[in-house]
């Protein structure tokens, strides 16, 4: 009977330390027997001890020819796949002055295996959070917030656009989200004083400004392929916008496909990032997915219903806009796969993102449809992969996040199928260590449970 009772206690401490963050603060934490994609080339390494502490990879050898403390916490990972940490470079954290909603956003980033976000449509509080999430306050993702967009709304003059550019400097903002409307006057202002000053700016392409000069520009990103469409259909100049349609829809049947190694070349030359957000076109605008299927997907139980409701309608009023018809939207998403597929192939950084939450893309969860969707547009598994962990290294000057290697940051996903394989194999998630955090699929289960809304 004390064996027994003594067995009983085992088990339920095993229930306890799986439901339970594991600090490695504290103590070191192997993953034991692991194999390791390390993103530097394409390749796994096979059987392998990788040795975490106190945020950072300290040691990766063969099993058995690695040295830890005997307090060391093991991970089995036999037969599993430790790669870096994905990045959403498109994401949305709610803009108000409370943290509990962020925070729960936050939550399904990171049990998703997304380490790293940059939101993009900033608010004073956004500062407050990204401070709490370096200190360890709370746990989280990786931050990186814009300001207050800049727009046709709130920029009306040059001289309020420089003022708009100099106080988001000031207070602390990583860069200006620019977002539709502006008039080329403003947003020549925004980028000589945001040049002044020393801040990047990321976003939308708009109308007024065209694709050319925002490449001239100097973005740091364009954000959803925004002007790429417009930029290659002759008379664009003389087309309305609604004549024009949703990122180029409308018009998108007009585009001259010889000017694609033109724009290639342009978005190459000067530096500019891509970040598709591919979600958006093949989850919004196609007609092969209906409102009903999407709504239904099982990550839609972490939205509420007014949320999935606002949803619904978004894409039911995109395929009910007039001139909308399938096969238009159909060759739409198709040109948009050539144009990522395009990039890959010319050298054009590209980097993942999503746009979530938006319709239908639930926060985490769309970016493994992102990945999908970049393989669908010819990328292989590892080139996808790349636009989330290593491309991101480069683009935020981190040379120790994006592969796993000794010395680097330990932001990483445990996966039970091997992803250079399949890429849907980065949704079968057996842990997630944020840094010092290690989250078994114990602890990420329980932590979702808490956030169902339906």
Known sequence: ?????????????????????????????????????????????????VVVKAGKITAIGAVGKVKFGKNATIIDAKGKYLMPGLAEIHAHVPPVDDIAPMKEVLTLFTANGVTTIRGMLGHPKHIELRKKINSGEILGPHFYTSGPSFNGLSVKTPEGAEKMVRDQKAIGYDFLKLHPGLTLQNFNAIIKTAKEVNIPFAGHVSLAVGVWRAIDAGYASIDHMDGFIEGMVPGIES??????????????????????????TALRDHHIWVVPTQCLAERWIAPDKSVEQLRNAPEMIYMDTKTLDSWSENKKRQLETPGYNEADAVNFVKLRRKLIYECQKNGVGLLLGSDAPQVFNVPGFSIHHELKYLVDAGLTPYEALRSGTVNVATFFNHPD???VKTGNVSDLVLLNGNPLEDIQQTTKIEGVMLGSQWMSKGYIAGELKKLEKR
Do not use: H
Request: net charge negative; charged share 25%.
């Open 239 to 264: 087309m309305t916008e609604q004549e024009i349609g949703f990122f180029g829809l409308f018009a998108s049947k007009k585009v001259d496909e010889a000017k694609i190694p033109t724009l290639m």
């Open 401 to 403: 996040w994006g592969t």
């Open 1 to 49: 009977m004390k064996k027994l009772f003594c067995f009983i206690l085992f088990l339920s401490a095993l229930t306890v330390f799986s439901q339970s963050l594991v600090d490695s603060r504290q103590q070191e934490i192997v993953f034991r027997s692991v194999n390791v994609v390390p993103m530097d080339i394409e390749r796994i390494i096979e059987n392998q001890d």
